[in-house]
């Protein structure tokens, strides 16, 4: 019987490096040799649609060619053993945690697997490549539809049940991310205000908000996690 009785876990993109994707602050601070104003704001799209299309299109296709690793899995694991309320928000576009087994899975900043229509504001699963001539499922228009991800500058998807989830939590977790993004890197100091839960962060290295954890531990994910949700669980 686990002493918590409501986890919220943050990840980002460090939980999917072992699963082979690349995160966004490589070495060279380019993201797959894009800069994030090219690729990843609204102007971008407006400015050159086909090489957005091209940059998400190839990570959606790398998509099939990567599997959940034991991080995602002991997430998973937690969520079907722990007897009370658990939400993943994530940050990250892949679909690892629901490949992985996790159900309540919040995508804050949208889904590769997903399409949006601005003709008709239709959400719709996609797998497969989308270009200019796309054509929308439910209105058949041709040309409206943009991968279903949240740019900078763009806000992120349901806040009001994220900060409600941050507000009700005994268990903060944080796994995966450097605490460069927001809001995502300020709900640590929201959870903090609220005074009432553990705050933990697994990170390869000290991020941008370590010192507002009141437990950090530095390793891979995918030995990190397991552990500490066996921890979480309790004998
Ligand atoms: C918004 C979808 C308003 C795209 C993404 C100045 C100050 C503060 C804020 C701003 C500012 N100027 C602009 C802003 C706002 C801006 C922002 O934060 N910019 C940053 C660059 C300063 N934010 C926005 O625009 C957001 N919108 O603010 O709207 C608003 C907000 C709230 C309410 C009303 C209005 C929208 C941001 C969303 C952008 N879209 N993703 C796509 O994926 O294609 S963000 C994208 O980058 C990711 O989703 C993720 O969120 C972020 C990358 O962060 P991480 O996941 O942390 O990845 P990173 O590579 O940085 O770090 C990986 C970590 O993992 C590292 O720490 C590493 O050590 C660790 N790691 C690596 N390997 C492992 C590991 N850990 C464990 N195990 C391992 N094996």
Request: net charge negative.
């Amino acid at each position: 019987m686990a002493k918590y009785r409501s986890i919220v876990v943050l990840t980002g993109a460090g939980i999917s490096a072992e699963s082979g994707i690349p995160t966004f602050r490589g070495a060279d601070g380019l993201w797959e040799g894009h800069r994030i104003e090219d690729v990843a704001t609204p102007e971008a799209f407006a400015r050159n649609p086909r090489l957005v299309h091209q940059f998400y299109n190839m990570r959606r296709a790398a998509l099939k060619t990567v599997e959940p690793n034991p991080a995602h899995k002991a997430l998973a694991r937690l969520e079907q053993a722990f007897d009370g309320e658990m939400l993943i928000v994530t940050q990250n576009v892949d679909d690892l945690h629901e490949r992985a087994g996790s159900k309540n899975v919040l995508h804050m900043h949208g889904e590769l697997r997903k399409a949006w229509c601005l003709g008709c504001d239709g959400r719709t699963r996609w797998e497969e490549d989308i270009h200019e001539t796309s054509r929308c499922p439910h209105c058949a228009r041709e040309g409206r539809l943009r991968p279903d991800i949240v740019w900078f500058g763009e806000i992120p998807y349901q806040m009001d049940r994220i900060d409600e989830a941050l507000s009700g939590c005994d268990l903060f977790v944080s796994i995966g991310t450097s605490g460069n993004v927001y809001p995502a890197a300020g709900f640590v100091a929201l959870v903090r205000h609220f005074g009432r839960a553990h705050t933990v962060e697994l990170n390869l290295d000290p991020s941008e908000c370590s010192r507002m954890f009141h437990e950090t531990r530095h390793g891979p994910a995918s030995q990190l996690v397991p552990a500490f949700v066996e921890e979480v669980l309790g004998p």
